[in-house]
């Protein structure tokens, strides 16, 4: 059985059995349970092995990003959290130096989609530095233009004029 039905069972019967305690007048459990049933229908719609791994990265802990990666099986995520497994796939394939792999992966994000704009503008800013590495100035300025369309509340701000500052030296 898929473990993402597991955790919607899990999940039903957990806000079920609240509901119950309420309903038999458990207010102190009911109120615990509520705590407990909101966890679990947040690991219905996340994946926490996903977390970890951004946790992981945020921490500049790429060894063990990496090995959290490899525990998670892409055919058991949802679409978007796919978009996200294999960015942060590439985030940890740039610090290896696997360019090719890092690309192919930011690729892959991009088709199975990111929710965030700032997420796709990183995206993109990573493939146009790919890019100039490999001396592709026209594609490296199209991925650059696309991260500035995405970089809408100016996150990468910073980086898109570095990367610029690099692009153009080519």
């Not at 690991?43 to 998670?72: D, G, H, P």
């Not at 650059?144 to 990367?163: C, F, P, Q, R, S």
């Amino acid at each position: 059985m898929d473990t993402r039905i597991i955790k919607f069972i899990v999940a039903g019967l957990s806000l079920f059995y609240t509901v119950w305690l309420y309903v038999d007048g458990s207010w102190g459990t009911g109120i615990f349970m509520t705590l407990v049933s909101a966890v679990l229908v947040l690991v219905c719609f996340r994946s926490t092995r996903l977390m970890v791994v951004f946790y992981y990265i945020q921490r500049q802990n790429m060894e063990k990003a990496k090995t959290w990666l490899q525990k998670i099986n892409p055919d058991q995520l949802w679409a978007k959290q796919k978009g996200y497994y294999y960015f942060l796939t590439a985030t940890t394939d740039i610090q290896n130096q696997s360019m090719a792999n890092s690309e192919k992966n930011l690729r892959a994000a991009l088709s199975h989609g990111l929710r965030m704009d700032h997420d796709k503008a990183a995206v993109y800013l990573n493939l146009s530095v790919l890019a100039a590495n490999k001396r592709k100035k026209r594609e490296a300025m199209m991925h650059l233009n696309e991260a500035k369309k995405y970089d809408t509340k100016g996150y990468l701000k910073k980086d898109i004029k570095e990367v610029q500052r690099m692009v153009n030296s080519i």
